[in-house]
């Protein structure tokens, strides 16, 4: 199946943006770090957002999700972020490294995601990686899988976990590790993500508020 090169995941610690220069790159969607937990607004979230759009580009908020109640986070994230019809929702479900102790659980990124789907009426997408494998380890989970997977592994080939066919968005590179290209015009390094699919259907199915 086709691939294409188009997607990158910013957050308030990518502090150069230029969203122009990253079109002209070949730069179709941005997913940008809108709350974490039920406190936490990213401070380049609202303004990143009108200047993306402005700039032609597609648009996605994505939820750090922690040990905190999770139907709360949800409430939380869809009020900050506001979406639209045409932009996607996402749970970041990984390991909290400067607090493992708060962490999200499996569990709570059922409630999460259960959450955002009765207020929405989209399933978000799930972002994952080492420690989404550990959690299910071979079994199966009939609600994770109504979530499209994206896959964060910087090495040659996504290898996921069996819950899914396939990987819809792969995070191949932070901008550091991972296989080339690893920088944007107007951005440098940063989070770069390679859709399952041609061009044309990423643009088609963004565009429907969800990448299934």
């Not at 506001?82 to 749970?91: I, R």
């Not at 400067?98 to 990124?109: H, Y």
């Not at 550990?134 to 080939?157: F, K, M």
Request: include cysteine; charged fraction near 15%.
């Amino acid at each position: 199946m086709a691939t294409c090169n188009a997607v990158i995941d910013l957050s308030h610690n990518n502090s150069t943006v230029d969203f122009q220069r990253a079109r002209a790159d070949g730069i179709l969607g941005i997913i940008h770090k809108a709350t974490q937990g039920t406190g936490f607004i990213d401070r380049a979230y609202a303004q990143r957002r009108q200047a993306a759009k402005a700039a032609g580009l597609l648009w996605g908020a994505y939820h750090f999700g922690t040990a905190a109640d999770p139907v709360a986070q949800a409430k939380f994230f869809l009020r900050t972020a506001s979406p639209g019809a045409n932009d996607l929702m996402v749970l970041d479900f990984e390991n909290n490294p400067r607090n493992p102790g708060n962490t999200m659980s499996l569990d709570q990124a059922h409630s999460f995601i259960a959450a955002v789907k009765d207020a929405s009426g989209i399933t978000p997408g799930l972002y994952g990686g080492r420690y989404l494998q550990e959690q299910l380890g071979n079994a199966t989970d009939s609600l994770l899988q109504n979530c499209w997977l994206w896959w964060s592994q910087y090495s040659p080939a996504p290898e996921i976990p069996r819950n899914w066919p396939t990987w819809t968005l792969w995070q191949y590179t932070d901008g550091h590790n991972g296989h080339a290209p690893r920088a944007v015009d107007g951005v440098g390094p940063c989070d770069r993500d390679q859709y399952q699919g041609a061009m044309e259907e990423l643009r088609a199915k963004w565009a429907s508020g969800t990448l299934l």
